[in-house]
Nanobody, 119 residues
Framework: QVQLVESGGGLVQAGGSLRLSCAVSKSISSFIAMGWYRQAPGKQRELVAGFIAGGGITNYADFVKGRFTISRDNAENTVYLQMNSLKPEDTAVYYC????????????WGQGTQVTVSS
């Protein structure tokens, strides 16, 4: 059973910072890709940042470039999202996702963590 558990969300003022964590129940190297997504009320879930495991490829949504950084600690099986210069429009539930390839591609999601940015 693959589990992803997010933490670190909360209420912060505009311009502030938060660091989200995604604790994974198995080795990060088991995933072909991992990423952070977010979903604001009434909107579709969207990619924030992600990486291709083993390839060193990282990508960011245009609306977070220069402000957010995705990183990982392989020893701790944890993926992070450092969020700086937060804006009210960053308010959303943030989800961690991992993709494993066995016979097919399987996506695993965490339960999400709420981030609220006040103006």
């Amino acid at each position: 059973q693959v589990q992803l558990v997010e933490s670190g969300g909360g209420l912060v003022q505009a311009g502030g910072s938060l660091r989200l964590s995604c604790a994974v129940s198995k080795s990060i190297s088991s995933f072909i890709a991992m990423g952070w997504y977010r979903q604001a009320p009434g909107k579709q879930r969207e990619l924030v940042a992600g990486f291709i495991a083993g390839g060193g490829i990282t990508n960011y949504a245009d609306f977070v470039k220069g402000r957010f950084t995705i990183s990982r600690d392989n020893a701790e099986n944890t993926v992070y999202l450092q969020m700086n210069s937060l804006k009210p429009e960053d308010t959303a539930v943030y989800y961690c996702k991992g993709t494993i390839r066995s016979y097919t591609l399987s996506d695993y999601w965490g339960q999400g963590t709420q981030v609220t940015v006040s103006s």
